[in-house]
């Protein structure tokens, strides 16, 4: 019986970090013509094994090879030359360049005369042949993200790679956009390519993965199981070890009064472009409401003009005191909680311990503050009822947030965020890349918060999540709410539509205050559960 030659084959692979055992022992194999799914928790080993093939980390032992050729990459450089192209999460193209020129970035050809007209007649050709529909003549500035993403395809298809790695690529995508790119790689596969799909959603994977390998604390869980049979559970209990709640349970909605009132609000972004145009919106008490959208439409600048972190024109109320261009401690003192989407940048101190993180909110009052000495014997005493309180795994409250995983340090900021009582809370991407456990964990925190009268504005980019979660779901689109929906009676379809630009007939509001802020029915259940 002949040996089967794989695109790739991994054995062996050993990666050691100071103090970390990042991959133990780890096997991986992709055939050719395959979609090959990598899960696993955050800190599993996933990346840390891709960026070996991409040639980014040498590993401390073991072997690769490439369609059956031992391989020993010193760069990325190296990779490339065997044919594998990573493409990444973010983006990295040039706005103010072409669709070609982007493509032909840091190539050899051309080398003095750029004959762009023949170029992008290349690119056309390549486009046709993978079906990847983008203009070769557009500014990358032109472009909406699963058009950019489509240019990032190309760029590594031009040079000739047989084996992509995809890390997270549906990660800031609208739903159609998403299925276009799921065609994609499939039209890819048919050609000839492979592909290995890093990614943290199990529907997708189960969608479109053939094979899957999953990773738990550096080591394999399970060696490219077919995807036949497999379910999401099976998954997640493959990923986690132990059984995933994907149903969450949401009791029937009753609001109360408006705690948030943002009225025809208009911001700029960093580069001082305009994020929000005339932005309406209401939040009541004991309710979610979901802002749906696409990466860069304001969700962003929304959330900072109500924490007082950016400037605006137009008024944010809460709880009828005017907060707009007020400095951030007038939101804390109105009862603002804030969960940052940068939990690391912005919603934590990376250097400090998890105690001196819990009390940032609160150092100067009593009983923790004391004039200019905080008692540090009761913010210890607080963090440790806090740590057990929301399950945070670490060996101590005086371990520094930064060596701790992403969902215990999403943890460590709800904690410090709920415990502070809000009758507000603007939780921002408070999932994002987390694991299926930490999803399970930070989403009941956040029902809890609104069962318990909390205002809750959630910004996500995972319809399933404001679907399971949320009362009312708005959809932003270039700084507008397109349109408000009740969760219950909301189509995904219809979502998708708005959150690329399209305004729905008798569903659309985006100038005033949103129709939807009439109570909900109480009686009626959400059919659209997460599963």
């Known amino acids: 019986m002949t040996e089967t030659t794989y695109a790739v084959e991994m054995k062996d692979v050993v990666v050691r970090f100071p103090g970390v055992l990042a991959n133990d022992h780890v096997n991986f194999t992709l055939k050719q013509g395959e979609i090959h799914a990598l899960l696993g928790e955050n800190g599993a080993g996933k990346s840390t094994l891709m960026n070996v093939l991409a040639g980014l980390y040498r590993p401390t032992a073991g072997t690769i090879k ?168 099976d998954l997640a209990r493959l990923m986690v070890g132990r059984d995933v709640v994907f149903t969450v349970e949401k009791k029937p909605h009753v609001p109360g009064n408006v705690v948030l009132e943002v009225n025809n609000v208009h911001a700029d972004n960093d580069k001082g472009v305009p994020a929000l145009h005339g932005l309406s919106l209401e939040v009541r008490s004991g309710e979610i409401l979901g802002i749906a959208g696409v990466a860069g439409n304001g969700q962003s600048e929304l959330a900072q003009v109500i924490c007082g972190l950016r400037p605006c024109k137009g008024s944010i109320k809460i709880n009828g005191r005017e907060v707009s261009n007020q400095p951030p401690l007038t939101a804390i003192q109105s009862g603002v909680s804030y969960v940052p989407e940068d939990r690391t940048g912005v919603g934590s101190a990376p250097n400090l311990s998890i105690t001196s993180n819990t009390i940032m909110k609160n150092y100067y009052e009593r009983p923790i503050g004391n004039g200019w000495s905080i008692n540090f014997p009761v913010a210890h005493d607080r963090a440790e009822k806090l740590k057990a309180q929301y399950d945070i795994l670490a060996p101590s409250v005086d371990t520094l947030v930064r060596t701790l995983s992403g969902g215990n340090l999403q943890k460590v900021i709800l904690a410090r965020e709920i415990s502070s009582e809000p009758q507000l809370m603007v939780a921002v991407q408070p999932t994002r890349g987390l694991d299926v456990g930490a999803i399970e964990a930070i989403q009941t925190l956040l029902l809890a918060q609104r069962d318990a009268g909390t205002a809750v504005l959630l910004v996500s980019e995972e319809l399933e999540e404001l679907f399971a979660l949320s009362d009312r779901i708005a959809v932003i689109f270039d700084g507008k709410i397109m349109g408000t929906v009740d969760a219950d009676k909301a189509d995904i379809d219809e979502i998708g539509l708005m959150m690329t630009g399209s305004e729905l007939p008798g569903r659309s509001q985006p100038d005033g205050p949103p129709a939807a802020t009439q109570p909900a029915n109480a009686d009626t259940p959400n059919p659209v559960q997460k599963g």
């Open 66 to 233: 490439i369609f059956g050729d031992p391989v020993d990459f010193h760069s990325p450089k190296d990779s490339i030359a065997k044919g594998i192209g990573m493409i990444h999460q973010h983006f990295m193209l040039v706005p103010t360049q072409t669709v070609t020129e982007n493509i032909l970035l840091g190539l050899n050809e051309p080398r003095f005369f750029m004959r762009l007209n023949e170029y992008d007649q290349k690119v056309l050709a390549l486009e046709k042949q993978f079906g990847l529909r983008v203009d070769p003549k557009a500014y990358i500035w032109q472009l909406s993200v699963g058009e950019q993403q489509r240019v990032e395809i190309l760029k590594v298809l031009y040079r000739g790679a047989n084996i992509l790695i995809m890390d997270e690529p549906t990660a800031v995508l609208a739903p159609r956009e998403i299925d276009d790119l799921m065609n994609t790689m499939r039209s890819m596969t048919e050609q000839g390519k492979s592909i290995v799909f890093i990614s943290h959603k199990l529907h997708e994977v189960a969608a479109i993965a053939d094979r899957i390998t999953v990773l738990r604390k550096g080591k394999v869980t399970a060696e490219g199981y077919s995807m036949a049979g497999v379910t999401k559970q």
